[in-house]
C-alpha cells in the first residue's frame, strides 16, 4: 500500500473512532456539567450566570450530537475522514471554551476556597478528554487547552500566593497531557498501519491461488523451518550464510553474521521444564523479528542459539546496531508462566571478508566473539578481532591456575573504605579480590570471576572473599570502627550454581560474625530474577545480612522488589559521579536517588568518587556516605590501621 493510501486509510480509522466514543463523551460531559452546577450551588445557590453557563454547555453538546449523527449517517469518516475530524475538533474546542468559561461567569469565584472543587471537575474532564481521545490528538486536546487555559488564568489573578503555585502545576499537567495525548496517537497510528499494512497483504495473497501458495508453505516449513519458533532452521541457515557470501563477492559488498545465545536457558528449563523454555524461545524469536524487521535473515540454529545475516556495503555498521537493539530488548524481562524471568542475549559478531574468507570461518569467527561476550559477563556484544585467540588462550591459563591460587592463597583480597560525607566517619569496607599471576602479571577482577564461574570454583573464591571479610570483622573493634560493616559481592550467576546463602552462614557462624555487620552486595539483574535469585535473597534477608545493590542506576531495577526484599542500601552507579559538579543531569539524579534513599529508609553510597570536587557536590545533594580513590584506595588488610592514622593526620586524604 503507497503513502497517499495509507494516510487515508489512517484518518478513516480515526474518524471512525472518534465518531464511536462520541455518545459517550457527550454523555459524560453532560453528566458532570450538571455536577458543577451543584457544585456553584454549595456556597451562593443556584444563580443566574450558573443556569445560563449550563444552557450553553448543553447547547453545545446537542450541536455535537447532531453533527456526530449526521456525520456518522452519511458515512463522512469513510467518504471525507479529514472534514469530520475537522467537525469534532471543532466542537471538542467550542465545549472547552465552554467549560473555560465557567470560573469567570460564578460571581464571587473563590479560586482556592469552596470553589476549588470545580477545578478538579474541570482539570478531570480534561484529562479525561486526553485519555479517552488517544486516537485523535488535536481533538482530545481542543477541548482540554482551554479548560486548563482558564483554570490557570484565574489561579494567577487569584491574590494567594497558592494559587501562583498551582497554575504552575497546572501548566505542569497540560504539559504532560500533551505530550501523553502524542504519544498515544503516534502509538495508535502505528497499530493502525500495521494493521492496515497485514490486511493489504492478506488481500494480495488471497488473490493468489490458495492451493498451490498452501503446497508451497508446508513443503518450506518442513524443510526450511524451525517448527517451534516458525525462524529458518539450520539446513536453510547453511544455504543463505553461502550465497550471501557469494552475492557479497559479486557485489564486492561486505556480509555479517551474529551468532546469539539465550542467557540462563539451561537454568531456565530445568527449573520450569521445556514448557517454560519452549515458551521462552518464543518469545525471544518474536523480539528479534521485532528488532530485525525486512533487514536480515534470522534462523534457529538449535537449542537457544540463533543466527541473523546482514548484507549490503554497510553490514558491519548494521550488525553492531543492531545486536545493541536486540540486547537493550532482551534486557527486558521475560513473563514466563506468570513470573518475571530475567534471561538477556549475549552476541558475536563476524563480518566477511574482514574476519574470514569462507562460510566455515566465518561462522567459527563469530562464535568466538559470542564467547568472548559470555565470559566478559553476558548481556554484552563483542566483534570478531585476531586477539581474541590470544585472549582465549590467555582465559585458559587463568582457568587452569585459579584452583591452585584460591587454595594456596595467591588469591587475596583487598578492602576499599566507605566514608561518610558529612564527618569523614568510615562506615565500611568492600573486598576486591585481587590475583597476581606469576606468568600474566595482574588479572582483572572481571576476569577472576568469570574463569570462577567456568570452573565451577565459584562457590571456593566467594567463601575464600567472605573469610577474609569475617577476619576483618573480628579485627576493626580494635580499631575503632565497631559498627562498619564489610561487603562482599556476589556475581547474579552464582545464584544458579550453589546456595549462597548456606555458604554464607556456614562461614560467619565458624567465625562468630553478628550478620548484620556482614554485607552482600547484588546487582540490579539479581533483583529482577525471582525465578532463581528470589528464594536465596529471602534466605539471606532472614539469615540478617545487610544487602546492598550494587551500581545501582545502571540497569532496570524494580522499586517495588526494593522495597519487598527490603534493601538496606543502594549504591549509586559511578556513570553518575563522574564529573557531577559541572553536570545538571547528574546532579538532579543523584539528588532524586538520596531522596529516594531517605524516603525508603536506605543508606546511599556513591560510587568512584575521585576527586574533592565530586564529594564536595554528593554532600551538597543530600549523599550521605561514598567511596572512591579520593576517600581511599583499595589496601591489603594490613594496611588498614595505617591508613587510619594517617587520614587523622590529614583528613582530606
Same mark, same amino acid.
Given at each position: 500500500?503507497?503513502?497517499?493510501?495509507?494516510?487515508?486509510?489512517?484518518?478513516?480509522?480515526?474518524?471512525?473512532?472518534?465518531?464511536?466514543?462520541?455518545?459517550?463523551? %457527550?454523555?459524560?460531559?453532560?453528566?458532570?456539567?450538571?455536577?458543577?452546577?451543584?457544585?456553584?450551588?454549595?456556597?451562593?445557590?443556584?444563580?443566574?450566570?450558573?443556569?445560563?453557563?449550563?444552557?450553553?454547555?448543553?447547547?453545545?453538546?446537542?450541536?455535537?450530537?447532531? &453533527? #456526530?449523527?449526521?456525520?456518522?449517517?452519511?458515512?463522512?469518516?469513510?467518504?471525507?475522514?479529514?472534514?469530520?475530524?475537522?467537525?469534532?475538533?471543532?466542537?471538542?474546542?467550542?465545549?472547552?471554551?465552554?467549560?473555560?468559561? +465557567?470560573?469567570?461567569?460564578?460571581?464571587?469565584?473563590?479560586?482556592?476556597?469552596?470553589?476549588?472543587?470545580?477545578?478538579? /471537575?474541570?482539570?478531570?474532564?480534561?484529562?479525561?478528554?486526553?485519555?479517552?481521545?488517544?486516537?485523535?490528538?488535536?481533538?482530545?486536546?481542543?477541548?482540554?487547552?482551554? &479548560?486548563?487555559?482558564?483554570?490557570?488564568?484565574? /489561579?494567577?489573578?487569584?491574590?494567594?500566593?497558592?494559587?501562583?503555585? %498551582?497554575?504552575?502545576?497546572? /501548566?505542569?499537567?497540560?504539559?504532560?497531557?500533551?505530550?501523553?495525548?502524542?504519544?498515544?496517537?503516534?502509538?495508535?497510528?502505528?497499530?493502525?498501519?500495521?494493521?492496515?499494512?497485514?490486511?493489504?497483504?492478506?488481500?494480495?495473497?488471497?488473490?493468489?491461488?490458495?492451493?498451490? /501458495?498452501?503446497?508451497?508453505?508446508?513443503?518450506?516449513?518442513?524443510?526450511?523451518?524451525?517448527?517451534?519458533? #516458525?525462524?529458518?532452521?539450520?539446513?536453510?541457515?547453511?544455504?543463505?550464510?553461502?550465497? #550471501?557470501?557469494?552475492?557479497?563477492?559479486?557485489?564486492?559488498?561486505?556480509?555479517? %553474521?551474529?551468532?546469539? =545465545?539465550?542467557?540462563?536457558?539451561?537454568?531456565?528449563?530445568?527449573?520450569?521444564?521445556? @514448557?517454560?523454555?519452549?515458551?521462552?524461545?518464543?518469545?525471544?524469536?518474536?523480539?528479534?523479528?521485532?528488532?530485525?524487521?525486512?533487514?536480515?535473515?534470522?534462523?534457529?540454529?538449535?537449542?537457544?542459539?540463533?543466527?541473523?545475516?546482514?548484507?549490503?556495503?554497510?553490514?558491519?555498521?548494521?550488525?553492531?546496531?543492531?545486536?545493541?537493539?536486540?540486547?537493550?530488548?532482551?534486557?527486558?524481562? @521475560?513473563?514466563?508462566?506468570?513470573?518475571?524471568?530475567?534471561?538477556?542475549?549475549?552476541?558475536?559478531?563476524?563480518?566477511?571478508?574482514?574476519?574470514?574468507?569462507?562460510?566455515?570461518?566465518?561462522? &567459527?569467527?563469530?562464535?568466538?566473539?559470542?564467547?568472548?561476550?559470555?565470559?566478559?559477563?553476558?548481556?554484552?556484544?563483542?566483534? @570478531?578481532?585476531?586477539?581474541?585467540?590470544?585472549?582465549?588462550?590467555?582465559?585458559?591459563?587463568?582457568?587452569?591456575?585459579?584452583?591452585?591460587?584460591?587454595?594456596?592463597?595467591?588469591?587475596?583480597?583487598?578492602?576499599?573504605?566507605?566514608?561518610?560525607?558529612?564527618?569523614?566517619?568510615?562506615?565500611? @569496607?568492600?573486598?576486591?579480590?585481587?590475583?597476581?599471576?606469576?606468568?600474566?602479571?595482574?588479572?582483572?577482577?572481571?576476569?577472576?570471576?568469570?574463569?570462577?564461574?567456568?570452573?565451577?570454583?565459584?562457590?571456593?573464591?566467594?567463601?575464600?572473599?567472605?573469610?577474609?571479610?569475617?577476619?576483618?570483622?573480628?579485627?576493626?573493634?580494635?580499631?575503632?570502627?565497631?559498627?562498619?560493616?564489610?561487603?562482599?559481592?556476589?556475581?547474579?550467576?552464582?545464584?544458579?550454581?550453589?546456595?549462597?546463602?548456606?555458604?554464607?552462614?556456614?562461614?560467619?557462624?565458624?567465625?562468630?560474625?553478628?550478620?548484620?555487620?556482614?554485607?552482600?552486595?547484588?546487582?540490579?539483574?539479581?533483583?529482577?530474577?525471582?525465578?532463581?535469585?528470589?528464594?536465596?535473597?529471602?534466605?539471606?534477608?532472614?539469615?540478617?545480612?545487610?544487602?546492598?545493590? =550494587?551500581?545501582?542506576?545502571?540497569?532496570?531495577?524494580?522499586?517495588?522488589?526494593?522495597?519487598?526484599?527490603?534493601?538496606?542500601?543502594?549504591?549509586?552507579?559511578?556513570?553518575?559521579?563522574?564529573?557531577?559538579?559541572?553536570?545538571?543531569?547528574?546532579?538532579?539524579?543523584?539528588?532524586?536517588?538520596? #531522596?529516594?534513599?531517605?524516603?525508603?529508609?536506605? =543508606?546511599?553510597?556513591?560510587?568512584?568518587?575521585?576527586?574533592?570536587?565530586?564529594?564536595?557536590?554528593?554532600?551538597? +545533594?543530600?549523599?550521605?556516605?561514598?567511596?572512591?580513590?579520593?576517600?581511599?584506595?583499595?589496601?591489603?588488610?594490613?594496611?588498614?590501621?595505617?591508613? %587510619?592514622?594517617?587520614?587523622?593526620?590529614?583528613?582530606?586524604?
Amino acid at each position: 500500500m503507497n503513502g497517499p493510501r495509507l494516510a487515508l486509510a489512517v484518518k478513516q480509522a480515526q474518524a471512525a473512532a472518534t465518531l464511536e466514543r462520541l455518545p459517550t463523551t %457527550l454523555t459524560v460531559n453532560a453528566a458532570v456539567s450538571f455536577s458543577a452546577l451543584l457544585m456553584s450551588a454549595i456556597s451562593r445557590g443556584i444563580t443566574q450566570p450558573a443556569l445560563l453557563w449550563f444552557a450553553l454547555t448543553l447547547a453545545t453538546i446537542a450541536a455535537r450530537v447532531i &453533527v #456526530g449523527t449526521v456525520a456518522k449517517r452519511r458515512g463522512l469518516d469513510r467518504s471525507e475522514p479529514h472534514f469530520c475530524l475537522r467537525l469534532m475538533t471543532t466542537g471538542a474546542l467550542v465545549s472547552g471554551i465552554a467549560w473555560g468559561a +465557567l470560573p469567570f461567569m460564578l460571581p464571587d469565584f473563590h479560586a482556592l476556597g469552596v470553589d476549588g472543587g470545580i477545578y478538579i /471537575l474541570m482539570c478531570g474532564m480534561a484529562t479525561g478528554a486526553v485519555l479517552l481521545g488517544t486516537g485523535h490528538a488535536i481533538t482530545a486536546l481542543a477541548f482540554a487547552f482551554p &479548560v486548563h487555559l482558564a483554570v490557570v488564568i484565574t /489561579l494567577l489573578m487569584s491574590e494567594e500566593t497558592g494559587g501562583h503555585l %498551582l497554575a504552575l502545576n497546572v /501548566l505542569a499537567l497540560t504539559l504532560v497531557l500533551y505530550k501523553s495525548s502524542m504519544n498515544g496517537q503516534a502509538i495508535v497510528i502505528g497499530n493502525i498501519e500495521a494493521q492496515v499494512r497485514a490486511t493489504a497483504l492478506a488481500q494480495s495473497l488471497g488473490r493468489a491461488n490458495a492451493d498451490i /501458495l498452501q503446497a508451497n508453505e508446508s513443503l518450506e516449513i518442513l524443510a526450511n523451518r524451525d517448527p517451534l519458533t #516458525g525462524l529458518a532452521n539450520r539446513a536453510a541457515f547453511n544455504v543463505a550464510l553461502q550465497r #550471501g557470501i557469494d552475492l557479497a563477492r559479486r557485489k564486492q559488498e561486505r556480509f555479517a %553474521l551474529l551468532i546469539l =545465545d539465550l542467557d540462563r536457558f539451561k537454568t531456565i528449563n530445568d527449573t520450569f521444564g521445556h @514448557f517454560a523454555g519452549d515458551e521462552l524461545l518464543l518469545q525471544a524469536s518474536r523480539r528479534l523479528r521485532e528488532a530485525v524487521g525486512d533487514d536480515g535473515f534470522i534462523a534457529r540454529l538449535g537449542g537457544d542459539e540463533f543466527a541473523i545475516l546482514i548484507g549490503g556495503a554497510s553490514a558491519g555498521t548494521e550488525a553492531r546496531r543492531l545486536a545493541g537493539r536486540i540486547i537493550e530488548r532482551c534486557r527486558e524481562a @521475560f513473563l514466563i508462566q506468570g513470573r518475571s524471568v530475567a534471561s538477556g542475549v549475549s552476541a558475536g559478531i563476524g563480518v566477511w571478508p574482514e574476519h574470514a574468507d569462507t562460510a566455515a570461518d566465518l561462522f &567459527v569467527s563469530a562464535d568466538m566473539a559470542l564467547y568472548r561476550a559470555k565470559d566478559e559477563g553476558r548481556g554484552l556484544w563483542r566483534e @570478531f578481532d585476531p586477539s581474541l585467540k590470544a585472549s582465549a588462550d590467555r582465559q585458559r591459563r587463568i582457568e587452569q591456575d585459579l584452583g591452585e591460587a584460591i587454595a594456596s592463597g595467591a588469591v587475596t583480597v583487598f578492602f576499599q573504605p566507605q566514608v561518610e560525607l558529612h564527618g569523614g566517619r568510615v562506615i565500611g @569496607f568492600e573486598t576486591l579480590v585481587r590475583w597476581q599471576h606469576p606468568v600474566l602479571g595482574a588479572i582483572a577482577p572481571p576476569d577472576i570471576v568469570s574463569a570462577a564461574h567456568s570452573t565451577n570454583l565459584s562457590e571456593a573464591l566467594t567463601a575464600s572473599v567472605a573469610t577474609s571479610a569475617c577476619r576483618l570483622l573480628t579485627t576493626l573493634p580494635s580499631l575503632g570502627l565497631a559498627g562498619a560493616t564489610v561487603a562482599v559481592n556476589v556475581s547474579p550467576r552464582e545464584f544458579e550454581l550453589y546456595s549462597v546463602a548456606d555458604t554464607l552462614d556456614r562461614i560467619t557462624r565458624a567465625h562468630g560474625i553478628e550478620p548484620g555487620l556482614f554485607e552482600i552486595e547484588i546487582t540490579e539483574e539479581a533483583i529482577l530474577d525471582t525465578l532463581v535469585a528470589g528464594q536465596q535473597l529471602k534466605h539471606i534477608e532472614r539469615s540478617g545480612y545487610k544487602l546492598a545493590v =550494587d551500581d545501582f542506576g545502571a540497569g532496570h531495577s524494580s522499586l517495588a522488589y526494593l522495597v519487598t526484599l527490603k534493601v538496606d542500601r543502594l549504591k549509586l552507579d559511578r556513570r553518575f559521579v563522574t564529573g557531577i559538579e559541572t553536570s545538571f543531569q547528574n546532579q538532579e539524579i543523584v539528588g532524586a536517588m538520596a #531522596g529516594l534513599g531517605k524516603a525508603l529508609s536506605m =543508606d546511599i553510597v556513591a560510587e568512584g568518587v575521585e576527586t574533592a570536587e565530586e564529594a564536595a557536590t554528593l554532600r551538597n +545533594l543530600g549523599c550521605p556516605a561514598a567511596q572512591g580513590y579520593f576517600l581511599g584506595r583499595p589496601m591489603p588488610v594490613e594496611a588498614i590501621a595505617g591508613w %587510619l592514622v594517617t587520614r587523622v593526620l590529614t583528613p582530606a586524604a
